[in-house]
């Protein structure tokens, strides 16, 4: 995978939450970070108003695939961040995982009413991910100021 540790972002479909979490920690972080997101039980797609959520904020997410977390059942995974309820109760250890953290979002694949309403909701949980995703990059580089 890569020499920079992995942090992997887990949802049930990984088609929503997950896929805006990602996109977002690598935009911050990418740089010290390598991360991944995937499911417990993939969705088969990234939800399209997703892809548009993120556009807005100039992230583009549209390459993105629904993936199940046995793909990276066997890679080194240092960090495991569940963004749902079902993932953080199903969730497996990882072989070297170092650390856990559950932050759950509401789903906005759940969202109702017309395309802007549902839109709105998407907004909403991608600012909501965007404040508790960018703290935790910024807790990241203080870490990494403090080591030779």
């Not at 010290?32 to 807005?56: D, F, Q, R, T, W």
Request: hydrophobic share 35%.
């Amino acid at each position: 995978m890569s020499t920079k540790p992995t942090v992997l972002v887990l949802c049930t479909g990984n088609s929503c939450r997950s896929h805006l979490a990602e996109g977002i920690l690598k935009s911050v972080a990418g740089d010290i970070l390598n991360v991944v997101s995937a499911g417990s039980k993939p969705a088969g797609y990234v939800h399209p108003l997703a892809i548009v959520a993120m556009k807005e904020i100039g992230i583009d997410i549209s390459g993105h695939r629904s993936k199940s977390w046995n793909e990276f059942i066997n890679e080194p995974i240092e960090t495991v961040i569940t963004v749902c309820g079902n993932a953080d109760q199903a969730c497996p250890i990882f072989p070297g995982q170092v650390n856990r953290h559950h932050w759950p979002f509401y789903d906005p694949a759940h969202a109702t009413g017309n395309d802007e309403e549902k839109l709105a909701v998407f907004r909403k949980v991608r600012d909501e991910i965007r404040r508790q995703f960018t703290a935790y990059a910024d807790g990241r580089r203080d870490a990494l100021k403090g080591k030779p």
